[in-house]
């Protein structure tokens, strides 16, 4: 399939290629070249939470910080405490 720059240097990957291979405005992109190429792979997500032995782990990223997470979590348990929820 032939396609164009336009005049940002952007190109349009056909609604065919983006629906078979699941790509959406949220996919992440990974460009490189190949001699007189140029490459375009999807980068595949990783699960955040992985099997390991039998114990389940947290691979992502948080997206607070860890003094946040446990204010949260100790307010949380403080609520449930104090108003016998539980």
């Known amino acids: 399939m032939v396609t164009t720059l336009d005049k940002f240097g952007r190109i349009i990957i056909p609604k065919r290629f983006r629906e078979q ?9 990974n460009i490189s070249e190949d001699g007189k190429r140029i490459v375009i792979e999807v980068v595949q997500e990783k699960k ?30 403080m609520h449930k405490l104090l108003t016998n929820e539980g």
């Open 48 to 77: 955040p939470v992985i099997d390991r032995n039998g114990i389940l782990v947290f691979t992502g990223i948080l997206e607070d910080t860890k003094s946040d997470l446990i204010k949260s979590d100790r307010n949380r348990r």
């Open 21 to 29: 291979l699941g790509i959406n405005s949220k996919s992440t992109l």
